[in-house]
C-alpha cells in the first residue's frame, strides 16, 4: 500500500553537527509533506511544511527538502542541540484528502 | 491554554472493562482527528470529524470503539471491552478547515496524549 517511511530507524549526532533526517514516500499523489519532532511522554510538534510546488523550504535552524522525482523529502537541522533529542516523524497528505499519513520516525540522539 | 487538551494522560485498565478518553480542541479548529500510536511507530489514523459529523473511519477502528463530537466542540473515544492489544498512546489532534488558505492551515496540532496500558 502508500506508505511513508524514514530510512533510518536511529540517528546519532555530535552536538553542533547538522544533521539530515531522510524519508521517501511512495504516493506519487501526495503533494503536502510535513516533518513532525515528537519527545519522549509527548505529542507530535509541527516543524516545518512544503508543498508539491516547492523543492526547499527554509525554517529557523531547520530545511526541509523535497525531490518529487524519486520521492524523496529531508530534513536538516543546522547546528544540533541537545534539545533536538527526540523521533523526527515525516507525514503526507493528497490535496483532496484531511489526514496525515505518518512514517516510523527516526529517533535522534545528540551526543554531548 | 489554546493547545488541544486530552484527559486522562495515563490510564491503566485490566482486560474487558471500558475506557472513555476526552479531547478539547483548539476553538478555532472544526476538524478534530484520533490516532494510535504503538511504541516505536507512527501514528496511525483511526477516525476523523468535521465539526460534529464523523466523516472516515479506519478499519482500525473495531467495533468496539466508538468516537462521538456531540457538539462540535470536544470529542471522546470510548473503547469497550478493553483487550491487551488496545495498549497504545492514543493522540488527538485538530486542524482548520479544508480550504483555509493561510500558513500553517493544513498543520494537524496534537495533544500530548492518552496512554492506555491493559493488563
Known amino acids: 500500500g502508500e506508505s511513508v517511511g524514514l530510512h533510518l530507524p536511529t540517528l546519532s549526532v555530535q552536538e553542533g553537527d547538522n544533521s539530515i533526517i531522510n524519508c521517501a514516500y511512495s504516493n506519487s499523489a501526495s503533494d503536502y509533506f510535513i516533518w513532525y519532532k515528537q519527545e519522549s511522554g509527548k505529542g507530535p510538534q509541527f516543524i516545518i511544511d512544503?508543498?508539491?510546488?516547492?523543492d526547499k523550504r527554509q525554517g529557523q535552524r531547520v530545511t526541509v527538502l523535497l525531490n518529487k522525482t524519486v520521492k524523496h523529502l529531508s530534513l536538516q537541522i543546522a547546528a544540533t542541540q541537545p534539545g533536538d533529542s527526540a523521533v523526527y516523524f515525516c507525514?503526507?497528505?493528497?490535496?483532496?484528502?484531511?489526514?496525515?499519513?505518518f512514517g516510523a520516525g527516526t529517533t535522534v540522539t545528540v551526543r554531548a | 491554554d489554546t493547545g488541544v487538551s486530552q484527559d486522562p494522560r495515563h490510564k491503566i485498565t485490566k482486560r474487558g472493562q471500558n475506557v472513555t478518553f476526552r479531547c478539547d480542541p483548539i476553538?478555532?479548529?472544526?476538524?478534530l482527528y484520533w490516532y494510535r500510536q504503538t511504541l516505536g511507530q507512527g501514528p496511525e489514523f483511526l477516525t476523523y470529524f468535521q465539526n460534529e459529523a464523523q466523516l472516515e473511519k479506519s478499519r482500525l477502528l473495531s467495533d468496539r470503539f466508538s468516537a462521538e463530537r456531540p457538539k462540535g466542540s470536544f470529542s471522546t473515544l470510548e473503547i469497550q471491552r478493553t483487550e491487551q492489544g488496545d495498549s497504545a498512546m492514543y493522540l488527538c489532534?485538530?486542524?482548520?478547515?479544508?480550504?483555509?488558505?493561510?500558513?500553517?492551515?493544513?498543520?494537524?496540532?496534537f495533544g500530548a496524549g492518552s496512554r492506555l496500558t491493559v493488563l
Open positions: 512544503i508543498r508539491s510546488n516547492m
Open positions: 476553538s478555532e479548529h472544526n476538524r
Open positions: 489532534a485538530s486542524s482548520f478547515p479544508q480550504g483555509a488558505l493561510f500558513a500553517g492551515a493544513n498543520v494537524l496540532t
Open positions: 507525514a503526507e497528505k493528497e490535496s483532496i484528502d484531511y489526514k496525515l499519513s
